[in-house]
């Protein structure tokens, strides 16, 4: 069965900082793996996918498959950052598994 | 693009009493719909999901169930609401299996 791990429930960084947002998966076949973030009143959204292989809002990630990896990376974090973001999975039948989910926190 | 609408935004119900949430979906046509459930300092659980109308696919056994009378409509029941059912309920769709999932604005559950 697919899982995927957040690692950190809490992140906090300041305004400017680089922020890395870790994700680990298991899945024995091939994922496909997205970002989605939840902003403080506002519905969960599709940050990013690894197939688009884009950059949103500054944000990359990077699928590893190595690592079964999918961190999502910032170089310099804004506080308009700050959310809950969570790492998903899903596979052939198009069920998503997701994350814990990491708030994070930039301050000023 | 597709809306989703949920209602309603919250509700408390006492243990033993049923339950009825509804979702639907506006600007798209034949979707995959989605159930999830999000426990205090749990990640989000995918409850049910559904590829057509009357097709239901329930992941997690529990207490609830679902059902899908309309194409653009998904509907989240339970007979008799444990406390273990509080949560924060959310509503997906997509286009196709591996699509971009759109979540509705959730109902929030308190069972007491």
């Known amino acids: 069965a697919q899982r995927v791990t957040q690692p950190e429930k809490l992140l906090s960084v300041f305004k400017g900082a680089p922020v890395e947002l870790k994700c680990n998966y298991s899945?024995?076949?091939?994922?496909?793996l997205f970002w989605y973030v939840q902003y403080s009143r506002q519905r969960l959204q599709l940050l990013l996918r690894h197939i688009s292989r884009e950059s949103i809002k500054g944000f990359t990630a990077d699928l590893n498959k190595g690592e079964t990896s999918f961190h999502l990376k910032k170089p310099f974090a804004q506080e308009e950052d700050s959310a809950m973001y969570y790492c998903a999975l899903t596979t052939s039948y198009g069920k998503l598994t997701f994350g814990q989910g990491t708030i994070l926190t930039v301050h000023p | 693009s597709q809306t989703i609408h949920q209602w309603p935004a919250t509700l408390v119900q006492p243990v033993g009493s049923p339950l009825s949430l509804e979702c639907t979906v506006e600007?798209?046509?034949?979707?995959?719909l989605y159930w999830y459930r999000q426990a205090a300092g749990r990640g989000l659980q995918l409850l049910f999901y559904?590829?057509?109308?009357?097709?239901i696919s329930s992941e997690v056994p529990q207490n609830l169930s679902a059902s899908r009378p309309q194409d653009r409509q998904f509907i989240l029941s339970s007979k008799k609401l444990l406390l273990s059912d509080s949560g924060f309920y959310l509503c997906?769709?997509?286009?196709?299996?591996?699509?971009?999932?759109?979540f509705g604005p959730g109902t929030r559950l308190l069972v007491l």
């Open positions: 559904s590829v057509g109308i009357g097709q």
């Open positions: 899945y024995s076949g091939s994922p496909e």
């Open positions: 600007g798209t046509s034949n979707p995959n």
């Open positions: 997906a769709c997509s286009k196709g299996v591996r699509e971009t999932q759109y």
